[in-house]
């Protein structure tokens, strides 16, 4: 998946933009893929107090981007209701 593929699905997920954040800040409640210093992608969300409700890490960016959208569509039906 690339970066326009999922900004499209996540628009058709009903996902708020912020969501998403490539390399940009870590914010709560906001999935962040970063590139790290081992050449690994790693994809995260932070919730309350620093706990991580998921923290895997990937070999190129287009891993990241569907492991992401997976996550995208768990968490949909909250955005949704």
């Known amino acids: 998946m690339t970066l326009g593929e999922i ?3 996540l628009k058709e997920l009903g996902i708020p933009d912020g969501w998403l954040s490539i390399n940009g800040p870590d ?3 906001a999935t962040v893929i970063h590139y790290e ?3 690994k992608w790693r ?3 932070i919730v309350d107090h620093g706990k991580l409700v998921y923290d895997e890490w990937f070999r190129n960016l287009e891993d990241a981007l569907d492991y992401a959208y997976m996550q995208a569509e768990k968490a949909a039906p ?3 209701r």
Do not use: D, I, L, P
């Open 7 to 9: 900004n499209e699905k």
């Open 27 to 29: 914010s709560f409640g």
């Open 37 to 39: 210093y081992n050449k």
């Open 43 to 45: 994809v995260y969300e």
């Open 78 to 80: 909250h955005f949704n």
